[in-house]
């Protein structure tokens, strides 16, 4: 990644050649955040050119009087511009194969409901549609609005604490901004059960004895795989 001085700076706010090569010498960190976004129906260079956008209004504000990098500075601006973009043009994309076991589960809800009179459990539709209890969750929840990390939550296990605070690690705003980035990546390579919890609690915005009942297990043991994942994770961007 490519740090600029404060000369260059101050040419790009005011000339269009000038911005386009600082543009050029930090593709490295557009590219690392819209790596992030991929995967929801958006082509990659869609996303690049909505990141270049968040990137000039980060040059545009920037003040070069303050201590601050402008990679640092730019981050909150390149994600903020793709994720306006990705919540304006609708919900995120879902794939074919979980629409398809969308429709079979409130298949199989309906005429369980119908034929015993009370809801159907994960572990039921899970044995009935032959798959996991994790594919069974997560197709019941794709299709829901996702909740933001940065926004408050205010259940009784948190208090009003935001998302990310709970597996930020305590460090000032400018460092959990850059965190953010990496949690995804991290969250990718937990296995299949944390992840399922970690997506649900942390993005789904369930309790833990909802995702316990999910799952088909006690709430005692989400909260101790939950604080074992988060413990991770902690350690890992600190």
Same mark, same amino acid.
């Given at each position: 990644?490519?740090?600029?001085?404060?000369?260059?700076?101050?040419?790009?706010?005011?000339?269009?050649?000038?911005?386009?090569?600082?543009?050029?010498?930090?593709?490295?960190?557009?590219?690392?955040?819209?790596?992030?976004?991929?995967?929801?129906?958006?082509?990659?260079?869609?996303?690049?050119?909505?990141?270049?956008?968040?990137?000039?209004?980060?040059?545009?504000?920037?003040?070069?009087?303050?201590?601050?990098?402008?990679?640092?500075?730019?981050?909150?601006?390149?994600?903020?511009?793709?994720?306006?973009?990705?919540?304006?043009?609708?919900? +995120? $994309?879902?794939?074919?194969?979980?629409? *398809?076991?969308?429709? !079979?589960?409130?298949?199989?809800? =309906?005429? #369980?409901?119908? &034929?015993?009179?009370?809801?159907?459990?994960?572990?039921?539709?899970?044995?009935?549609?032959?798959?996991?209890?994790?594919?069974?969750?997560?197709?019941?929840?794709?299709?829901?609005?996702?909740?933001?990390?940065?926004?408050?939550?205010?259940?009784?296990?948190?208090?009003?604490?935001?998302?990310?605070?709970?597996?930020?690690?305590?460090?000032?705003?400018?460092?959990?901004?850059?965190?953010?980035?990496? +949690? $995804?990546?991290?969250?990718?390579?937990? *296995?299949?059960?944390? !992840?399922?919890?970690?997506?649900? =609690?942390? #993005?789904?915005? &369930?309790?833990?004895?909802?995702?316990?009942?999910?799952?088909?297990?006690?709430?005692?043991?989400?909260?101790?795989?939950?604080?074992?994942?988060?413990?991770?994770?902690?350690?890992?961007?600190?």
């Amino acid at each position: 990644m490519y740090e600029i001085n404060t000369e260059d700076i101050v040419k790009a706010q005011n000339n269009k050649e000038a911005m386009e090569d600082i543009i050029e010498k930090n593709s490295g960190l557009l590219w690392s955040i819209v790596k992030r976004f991929l995967g929801r129906g958006y082509e990659a260079e869609e996303l690049y050119q909505i990141a270049c956008i968040g990137f000039i209004k980060s040059v545009k504000r920037f003040d070069t009087t303050l201590n601050l990098r402008l990679s640092t500075y730019a981050v909150p601006y390149i994600m903020g511009e793709i994720k306006r973009f990705i919540r304006d043009d609708g919900p +995120i $994309k879902v794939s074919r194969s979980l629409k *398809e076991l969308s429709v !079979k589960i409130k298949e199989v809800q =309906r005429e #369980y409901l119908c &034929k015993k009179g009370e809801e159907i459990n994960i572990s039921q539709l899970a044995k009935i549609l032959k798959v996991s209890k994790e594919e069974i969750a997560m197709a019941m929840e794709a299709e829901k609005p996702l909740e933001s990390i940065d926004e408050e939550s205010y259940d009784n296990e948190s208090n009003g604490e935001t998302k990310i605070s709970k597996i930020s690690n305590g460090k000032d705003e400018t460092a959990m901004l850059i965190d953010k980035i990496c +949690i $995804k990546d991290l969250i990718e390579s937990l *296995e299949s059960r944390e !992840k399922q919890i970690i997506l649900l =609690r942390y #993005y789904r915005g &369930k309790t833990q004895t909802e995702v316990a009942k999910m799952l088909g297990v006690t709430q005692v043991q989400i909260s101790r795989i939950e604080k074992k994942v988060l413990a991770n994770m902690k350690e890992k961007i600190s």
